[in-house]
């Protein structure tokens, strides 16, 4: 079994950018679909952002223009960049790639 660790997470004022990063225990260079998703508390953990392969990415629309995902075939690395933090994206962010999940990286954006 992989596995994936999370780290990057942070607190932020609103408006504020922080950087994630997602790092892999095998080459990364043939796993597609590696996602994002976010937990608030009290609520559902939902999809945030998708490295579909290279470059190619898809986002949840409460993201899209703010957040992009990126990756680092050399490292076993995949980032996501948080710009424009707005108080509701507080959340715990996981990383995510079939049935292995990351432990999380609490994001708190606050002033």
């Known amino acids: 079994q992989g596995q994936l660790v999370e780290s990057g997470g942070g607190l932020v004022q609103p408006g504020g950018s922080l950087n994630l990063s997602c790092a892999a225990s095998r080459s990364i260079t043939t796993m597609y679909n590696i996602d994002w998703y976010r937990q608030a508390s009290g609520k559902q953990r939902e999809f945030v952002a998708r490295?579909?392969?290279?470059?190619?990415?898809d986002y949840a629309a409460s993201v899209t223009g703010r957040f992009t995902v990126s990756r680092d075939n050399a490292r076993n690395t995949i980032y996501l960049h948080m710009n424009m933090l707005r108080p509701e994206d507080t959340a715990v962010y996981y990383c995510h790639w079939q049935d292995w999940w990351g432990q999380g990286t609490q994001v708190t954006v606050s002033s």
């Open positions: 490295s579909l392969f290279e470059d190619n990415a």
